[in-house]
């Protein structure tokens, strides 16, 4: 049979036995056993348990057996029977081992004890064979396949946003230059300055912090529209909330108003959560122990108030509460507590104040509007009063900002204004601009940082630990 139609070992462990003739491909992850019989757990990474293989010596050449050892690969045919011992349902009686590759046990860097996710970050070509990195990256899966669906199912249209770009979306100017100048030998121009016209796109080009002003362009015809890309921030956070390289989904609907954004936001979310619930209810009950076990070293405030399973119930049904800017800083400054950032009105909040926000003062999700406009984009549409913009982040538990987004200034005018009022070198934007100037309509989108969303639904505490390969500051191997 073609190994595209092979069931794989989740789809055995669900089968009724009737010691029908299997045969089955991957791992060892443990191996023990006696003079007589040895078992074998072996995962072919489809789900988090392992299929038990059972192994009389007598059938078996000593050397086959001596080579199966933790991290080896092995293809097994035998007889799938209910099992004899406690832990599993099944067991496969071996027939037939054959040794695909072998791995010396003892060089293994992946040992029976466990492991530090710190130390597992540096060996992250082998992560993926730990039970937690298995879980994570199935659940990862998970949720981008529910993306897709969720915006297919309300008729939003996948745009492919590029990557290498020659404008600076959020203009906060934190980006990586793309170039292929020889460092060596740079052209100049007459002021002594890198003549970038003599660059490969002939002006400077740097790799993207966003989609959404391409995703504006699209949104102009096909009315909702979503892209879901890499973006990338030379920002030197070395936070447990930040990478170097990170996925967006960005949403961006025309005749779309705030409070219409806000309500996609809330219920694209809930989706999601729930849709994980649903179809990674193993992994995320191996998480939830890993956790309280982690957790049970920890003194009892520094501990998460819910388990995950419960919190991920809690947030999927729960109404998020909807305040301005205005109001959180009311409810910050009269909290009395005592923050690093001291708060004022005007301040952009702190992860400090966010948390504070959601965990401590509404118990839940938090979406916060209308902040004053000198600390955020260009593109967000002007409030009434002149001093704050139609912007809206979601604020999420243990993770503070998830989702940052905004009606967007469909104003020629107000929106021309904005740009020379900032400094933004309008002639780099001005296909953007005359969006505004041909059927300009509202609309309204936000970016929802992947990360941030698994780092929320596997309830892991840094961020690197839920991407394969996390780029981050002096960080570049694999
Ligand atoms: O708030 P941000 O910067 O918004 C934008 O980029 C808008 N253009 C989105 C839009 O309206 N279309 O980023 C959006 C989200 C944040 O809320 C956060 O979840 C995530 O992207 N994010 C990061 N995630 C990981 N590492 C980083 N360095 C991140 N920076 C932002
Ligand atoms: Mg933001």
């Not at 055995?12 to 991957?26: C, E």
């Not at 770009?165 to 100049?188: C, H, L, W, Y």
């Not at 509007?369 to 002149?386: R, V, W």
């Not at 936000?446 to 991407?467: A, H, K, P, S």
Request: proline share 4%; net charge negative; with cysteine.
């Amino acid at each position: 049979m073609s190994a595209l139609h092979q069931l794989r070992i989740a789809d055995w462990l669900k089968t009724t036995p009737t010691g029908q003739t299997i045969t089955v491909s991957g791992w060892v992850r443990t191996k023990r056993g006696n003079k007589d019989i040895a078992f074998v757990a072996l995962s072919d990474g489809s789900t988090i348990n392992t299929l038990q293989i059972v192994a009389e010596l007598v059938n078996f050449d000593e050397e086959i057996i001596k080579k199966i050892q933790t991290g080896c690969s092995l293809r097994v045919t035998g007889a799938l029977v209910a099992s004899q011992g406690a832990g599993q349902t099944v067991d496969l009686q071996a027939q037939k081992i054959e040794i695909l590759g072998e791995a010396d046990a003892e060089k293994f860097p992946l040992q029976k004890k466990k492991h530090t996710l710190e130390f597992l970050r540096e060996i992250a070509h082998l992560r993926p064979r730990t039970n937690t990195f298995g879980a994570i990256l199935r659940i990862r899966h998970a949720l981008a396949f529910a993306i897709h669906k969720y915006f297919n199912d309300h008729h939003f249209y996948y745009i492919h946003a590029p990557i290498i770009t020659g404008s600076d979306a959020e203009g906060a100017g934190e980006m990586f230059r793309v170039s292929t100048i020889d460092p060596q030998n740079p052209p100049k121009t007459g002021n002594g300055e890198i003549d970038y016209s003599q660059d490969f796109f002939g002006k400077s080009a740097n790799l993207t912090v966003s989609g959404q002003l391409e995703s504006e362009l699209a949104a102009m015809a096909l009315s909702r529209v979503y892209t879901f890309g890499p973006t990338f921030r030379a920002e030197n956070s070395n936070t447990a909330r930040h990478l170097a390289e990170f996925w967006m989904i960005e949403p961006e609907m025309a005749f779309f108003e705030l409070t219409d954004n806000m309500d996609l936001a809330e219920d694209f979310l809930q989706y999601l959560i729930k849709y994980a619930m649903e179809h990674c209810a193993d992994d995320l009950v191996f998480l939830e122990k890993r956790l309280i076990e982690e957790e049970s070293q920890l003194k009892k405030e520094d501990r998460n108030p819910m388990p995950l399973l419960e919190k991920l119930k809690f947030v999927s049904e729960t109404a998020f509460e909807r305040i301005t800017y205005t109001e959180a800083v009311a409810i910050l400054e009269k909290s009395g507590r005592k923050f690093e950032f001291p708060v004022k009105w005007g301040i952009d909040l702190q992860s400090e104040h966010e948390r504070y926000l959601v965990e401590k003062h509404f118990k839940k999700p938090v979406i916060l509007t209308n902040y004053p406009k000198d600390i955020k984009a260009f593109y967000m549409k002007l409030d009434e009063d002149g001093k704050t913009v139609r912007a809206m982040d979601v604020l999420f538990p243990g993770i503070g900002e998830i989702i940052g987004g905004s009606q967007r200034e469909e104003d020629y005018e107000k929106l021309s204004k904005r740009i020379d009022e900032m400094g933004i070198h309008r002639e780099s934007l001005w296909w953007y601009l005359e969006t505004r100037q041909y059927g300009t309509v509202p609309h309204s989108g936000f970016g929802l940082g992947f990360e941030r969303l698994v780092l929320f639904v596997t309830g892991m505490g840094n961020i690197r630990d839920v991407i394969p390969f996390p780029r981050t500051p002096k960080n570049l191997e694999f």
